[in-house]
C-alpha cells in the first residue's frame, strides 16, 4: 500500500474557492475524492484513472476539477463555487494496478453561508 497525505483544507464562505493536494508515497492507478459530513455516509466526489479519465458525482459536476501528476505522484481536487452542502472531510483515495486501496487522513473543508 502507499501512504497519503492531504492538505489544503480551510474554512471558506460560500461561493469561495479551495484547492486540495493528495501527495502519495508511490506510484497508484486509479485516484479519487470522496467526503464525509457528520452523521453521512462516505460518498464519492471525483475519480481520475492514471490515463486522464475522470468521472464527478452530479452534485459538484462543472463546479470541481480533479488532476493528477504521475511523475510527482500527487493529486489536486480544485473546488469553485462551493456551497454549505460541500462541507466535511475530504479523503485523498488510491488503488494500485493489483486492487490494494490506501485511504489518507482526510482534511477539512467547512462552508460557511
Known amino acids: 500500500q502507499v501512504q497519503l497525505v492531504e492538505s489544503g483544507g480551510g474554512l471558506v464562505q460560500a461561493g469561495g474557492s479551495l484547492r486540495l493536494s493528495c501527495a502519495a508515497s508511490g506510484s497508484i492507478f486509479l485516484a479519487g475524492w470522496y467526503r464525509q459530513a457528520p452523521g453521512k455516509q462516505r460518498e464519492l466526489v471525483a475519480t481520475i484513472t492514471r490515463s486522464g479519465n475522470t468521472n464527478y458525482a452530479e452534485s459538484v459536476k462543472g463546479r470541481f476539477t480533479i488532476s493528477r501528476d504521475n511523475a510527482k505522484n500527487t493529486v489536486h481536487l480544485e473546488m469553485n463555487r462551493l456551497k454549505p452542502e460541500d462541507t466535511g472531510v475530504f479523503y485523498c483515495?488510491?488503488?494500485?494496478?493489483?486492487?490494494?486501496?490506501?485511504w489518507g487522513q482526510g482534511t477539512q473543508v467547512s462552508v460557511s453561508s
Open positions: 483515495y488510491a488503488q494500485s494496478s493489483f486492487g490494494i486501496a490506501s
